[in-house]
């Protein structure tokens, strides 16, 4: 029994009859690393849409609140430039992971600190003491 790999995701094990010639069967065949950079595009495309609608959302309302003179409120989307910045920590995270570079926990623990940082900083914005 002889074993092709066909690069399109398909094996074929060929079987020789005895009188009938040739003998095909096919099997889905779908490795792991292909299943992970699958997971991996996905995740990149629903990250890239997250930033995306988080910097439209934050210019669209800089400028609705810019012409009604609530400048004090402007303060509050400090929190999407920072989200913004987690977000983007993360997406660089599942790039490197997707190539297979081992600095994925390094990004990781970025977001992280980008995250904590960022909550703290809208606390402080916001007039409450994060520490109490």
Do not use: C, W
Request: glycine share 8%; net charge neutral.
């Amino acid at each position: 029994m002889n074993s092709l790999f066909i690069p399109r995701l398909l094996r074929v094990n060929e079987v020789k009859g005895e009188s009938k010639g040739t003998k095909k069967r096919f099997h889905f065949y779908l490795p792991e690393e292909k299943i992970v950079q699958y997971v991996t595009k996905v995740i990149e495309v629903i990250l890239l849409i997250a930033i995306g609608i988080v910097i439209v959302y934050t210019i669209v309302d800089i400028f609705l609140l810019i012409p009604s003179g609530l400048l004090g409120e402007i303060f509050g989307l400090v929190g999407n430039a920072f989200l913004v910045v987690v977000l983007l920590e993360l997406f660089q995270s599942i790039v490197d992971f997707g190539k297979g570079r081992g600095r994925s926990v390094v990004y990781v623990m970025d977001a992280t600190m980008s995250f904590v940082l960022r909550e703290v900083i809208i606390e402080l914005i916001n007039g409450v003491n994060p520490f109490s």
